[in-house]
C-alpha cells in the first residue's frame, strides 16, 4: 500500500510538468500581452518604447525557457510570483477570494449529496415506474439546464416571490461576509449560487447512486436477506446502500474538484469575487501569471483529490488492494 | 477468408435488417424506452427547426428593429423581442442551426480522433500506451470549460474557433474510454490472425479494431453532442464564443438577461429554456441509445 502511495505521488510530477508546460505555451500563442492591454487599453496612441519597458519590468523580455523555469520552479516552492495587471502576491490575490468559493464548493457538493443519495435510492428501488421515470428525467435536467441561466432564474424568482410577498424585491447582498462574522448574510448570498451549482452537479452523482445501486440489489446477499425475512428498508439502508456508495464517493470526489470549473460561470452571474471570476479576468487581461497559476492551482488540487479518491476506495472496499 | 469479427457484423447487420416494418419498430423503441422517445422527440423537432427556419418565421434573425425594441410577448411577437428589437422566437429557431451545427461538428470530430488514438494506444501498448496516456491524463486534469477557455483565448472567438475549443477537451475523454474496450479486444484471436496474414497496422486497427468498439464510440458521441451545445452556450455567455449578430442562445443570454431580468424577463426567460430542451433532448436519446446498446444493461 505505502509502495502504491509512493508510486502514485511520483506520476503527480510528469502531469503537473505537461499541465504546466501546456497552459504556458498555450498562453504565449496568444496575440498580444498584457502590456498592450494595459497601456493601450484606454485608447490612447501609446509608442513602442513605453510598450518595450512595461515588458522589461515584468520579465516578459525574457526568452521563453528562462520565463518558463521562473514560473515552474517557483510552482514547486509555492511561490507563484506578482500578477502582471495589478502588481500584487497572486497568493494573495487568490487568498483573498479563495474562502468564497471554498465555501460554495462545500455547501454545492452539500447540496449535491442531499439530492442525488435519496433520489437515486428511490429511483433504484422502483425501478421502471413513473417515479423512476420522473427521478430520471429530473437529473438529466440537471445536466442539460446550464447553471448560468438556472443562476439567473433563481433571481428572477426571487426576486417576483418577495415583490409579491413583502412588496419590496429582495436583493441579496452584494458585499461578501465571511460566515463567522454574519452567518445570514453570508448564507443569503451564497446559498443561491449553491443551489445552483449543485443541483447541476447532483445529476451524475444521481445517476450513479441509481445504477450502482440496482447492481447491488441483484447479489445474492440480498437475496438471502429478503429470504430470510428482512424488512425492506433494512435491505436497502444497512446491506445495498452501504456497498453501492463507493463509485458514487469516487463521482462526488471528482465531481468536486471539477467545481472549480463549474464556478466560471455561476460566479459571473452571481457577481460573486471568486476564483471563477478572477479567472475570467485573467483570461480577459492576458494576466499570464495569474492564468498559468489558476489552471495550475486547480490541475493541483484535481490531481490530489483524485489521488485520496483511490486511496479511500481501498479504504472502503478492503478487498481492494494496490500492488 | 472469414475473420471472427466479419461472421458478427454479418450477424449483427441481419439484425439490423427489416424484418419488421419501422413503424413497428418504433412502437417497439417508445415502448422499452418512453424517455429516449421523448428525447427523439425533441431533437427531430430541433433539427426540423434548423432546416425549415426561414419558413418558419417572416422575420429577420440579424436586422434591427428599434422600434419594436423589448415588446412584451403579443400575437405578432410570441416570445417577445430583444434590446435591438429582433423577434426572440425567430433567433430561437435560427440558434437551433448554430447550436446543431456546433454540437455535431465538435462531437463528431472530437469522439473520431479519440477513437483513432484510443484504439491506436491500445493496440501498440508498451511505451507508446504509457507516454500518450500520460499526455491525456495532462489533458484530463483541465476542466473542460477550463481547456476551451484557453484554446478560445488563443485562437480568437467565432464559430470555427468554439468548435476548435469544444473539440479539444473530448479527444482525450473519448480515447480514455475506446482504449478500454480496445484493450480487451486486442486479446481476441482475430487479432493475432490479422496479424498472421500479415495486414499492416493502420488495417488492423481501422478494419478490425475500429468496427469492435463502435458502441462506446457511439455512446460517446450522443453524449459528446449535449455537452458541446451546453459548452457552446457557456463560452458564448461569456462573450467568448459565437459573436453578434449570429443567432446564438447562449450569445442572447449574454447581451441582455441579466439587465433585463425585471423589466424584460422573456429576454431572459426562453433562450435558456431552448438550450436546456435541446440538451435535454440529446441527453435522454443519448441515455437510451447506451442502454440499448451496453449488454450489461440490457438483460435489465
Redesign the interface.
Known amino acids: 500500500m505505502y509502495q502504491y502511495i509512493f508510486k502514485r505521488l511520483l506520476l503527480m510530477i510528469?502531469?503537473l510538468l505537461?499541465?504546466a508546460v501546456?497552459?504556458f505555451f498555450?498562453?504565449r500563442?496568444?496575440p498580444g500581452d498584457v502590456c498592450e492591454i494595459k497601456l493601450a487599453g484606454a485608447g490612447l496612441y501609446v509608442d513602442q518604447e513605453q510598450i518595450d519597458i512595461c515588458r522589461k519590468d515584468l520579465g516578459l523580455d525574457q526568452p521563453m525557457l528562462a520565463q518558463f523555469w521562473t514560473f515552474f520552479s517557483g510552482f514547486l516552492v509555492f511561490d507563484l510570483g506578482k500578477s502582471l495587471w495589478t502588481g500584487r502576491e497572486i497568493t494573495y490575490e487568490i487568498a483573498l477570494r479563495f474562502e468564497l468559493s471554498l465555501q460554495v464548493a462545500i455547501m454545492a457538493t452539500l447540496t449535491a449529496v442531499l439530492i442525488a443519495i435519496p433520489l437515486g435510492t428511490i429511483s433504484a428501488v422502483k425501478?421502471n415506474t413513473a417515479i423512476d421515470?420522473f427521478v430520471?428525467?429530473f437529473s438529466?435536467?440537471g445536466?442539460?439546464?446550464?447553471s448560468?441561466?438556472?443562476g439567473?432564474?433563481i433571481?428572477?424568482g426571487l426576486?417576483i416571490s418577495t415583490q409579491a410577498w413583502f412588496g419590496v424585491?429582495w436583493m441579496p447582498p452584494i458585499e461578501y461576509v465571511p460566515i463567522w462574522v454574519d452567518p445570514i448574510a453570508n448564507l443569503s448570498q451564497l446559498i443561491w449560487p449553491a443551489v445552483a451549482t449543485g443541483y447541476r452537479y447532483s445529476a451524475v452523482a444521481t445517476r450513479m447512486t441509481r445504477s450502482a445501486l440496482?447492481e447491488v440489489l441483484r447479489e445474492d446477499y440480498i437475496r438471502t436477506a429478503r429470504a430470510k425475512g428482512l424488512m425492506e428498508k433494512l435491505i436497502i439502508n444497512r446491506h445495498a446502500l452501504k456497498n453501492s456508495m463507493l463509485p458514487v464517493v469516487t463521482v462526488i470526489g471528482i465531481e468536486f474538484?471539477?467545481l472549480?470549473?463549474?464556478l466560471?460561470?455561476t460566479e459571473?452571474?452571481f457577481n460573486l469575487n471568486g476564483l471563477g471570476k478572477l479567472?475570467?479576468e485573467s483570461?480577459t487581461n492576458?494576466d499570464f501569471s495569474m492564468?498559468q497559476a489558476l489552471?495550475m492551482v486547480?490541475?493541483t488540487v484535481?490531481?490530489f483529490t483524485n489521488f485520496i479518491v483511490d486511496i479511500l476506495y481501498a479504504w472502503l472496499d478492503p478487498r481492494i488492494r494496490y500492488a | 477468408m472469414v475473420t471472427t469479427s466479419e461472421i458478427a457484423v454479418e450477424s449483427a447487420i441481419e439484425e439490423l435488417a427489416d424484418k419488421q416494418p419501422f413503424m413497428a419498430k418504433l412502437k417497439e423503441f417508445m415502448r422499452k424506452q418512453?424517455?429516449g422517445a421523448a428525447g427523439l422527440l425533441i431533437v427531430l423537432v430541433m433539427i426540423f427547426a434548423s432546416i425549415f427556419a426561414p419558413v418558419l418565421t417572416p422575420y429577420d434573425p440579424e436586422a434591427n428593429a428599434f422600434e419594436f425594441m423589448l415588446t412584451a410577448p403579443n400575437m405578432s411577437f410570441l416570445l417577445g423581442t430583444d434590446q435591438f428589437g429582433r423577434d426572440i422566437l425567430t433567433r430561437i429557431i435560427y440558434g437551433a442551426q448554430t447550436a446543431l451545427f456546433v454540437g455535431f461538428t465538435a462531437a463528431f470530430i472530437g469522439a473520431t480522433v479519440g477513437l483513432v488514438l484510443g484504439v491506436a494506444s491500445a493496440f501498440f501498448g508498451g511505451k507508446f500506451d504509457l507516454i500518450f496516456q500520460?499526455?491525456m491524463?495532462?489533458?484530463m486534469?483541465?476542466?473542460?470549460?477550463?481547456l476551451a477557455?484557453?484554446?478560445v483565448?488563443?485562437f480568437g472567438t467565432g464559430i470555427q474557433n468554439v468548435i476548435i475549443a469544444i473539440t479539444i477537451p473530448f479527444i482525450p475523454r473519448c480515447a480514455r474510454v475506446v482504449r478500454s474496450s480496445a484493450l480487451a479486444i486486442r486479446e481476441i484471436p482475430y487479432i493475432d490472425a490479422a496479424r498472421a496474414n500479415g495486414f499492416s497496422n493502420a488495417r488492423i486497427i481501422l478494419r478490425h479494431m475500429v468496427p469492435n468498439v463502435m458502441a462506446p464510440f457511439l455512446i460517446m458521441i450522443t453524449a459528446f453532442v449535449?455537452q458541446a451545445i451546453?459548452l457552446e452556450?457557456?463560452l458564448s455567455?461569456?462573450g467568448?464564443g459565437v459573436q453578434e449578430p449570429v443567432p446564438a442562445w447562449?450569445l442572447m443570454?449574454q447581451g441582455g438577461?441579466?439587465e433585463y431580468?425585471?423589466s424584460a424577463?422573456w429576454v431572459?426567460?426562453w433562450?435558456?429554456v431552448a438550450?436546456?430542451?435541446?440538451?435535454?433532448g440529446f441527453?435522454?436519446f443519448g441515455?437510451s441509445v447506451r442502454d440499448m446498446l451496453d449488454p450489461k444493461l440490457r438483460s435489465?
Open positions: 510528469p502531469t505537461g499541465a501546456l497552459i498555450l498562453l500563442l496568444i425501478q421515470y430520471r428525467a438529466i435536467a445536466i442539460a439546464i446550464p448560468f441561466w438556472l439567473i432564474m433571481i428572477l426576486l424585491p440496482l474538484a471539477f472549480m470549473g463549474g466560471v460561470v459571473q452571474v479567472f475570467v483570461v492576458q492564468t489552471v486547480v490541475v484535481f490531481i | 418512453p424517455l500520460r499526455i491524463d495532462v489533458f486534469a483541465f476542466p473542460l470549460i477550463i477557455l484557453a484554446v483565448s488563443i449535449g451546453l452556450a457557456s455567455y461569456l467568448l447562449g443570454l438577461a441579466e431580468v425585471e424577463p431572459a426567460i433562450p435558456g438550450i436546456s430542451l435541446a440538451v435535454f441527453n435522454l441515455d435489465q
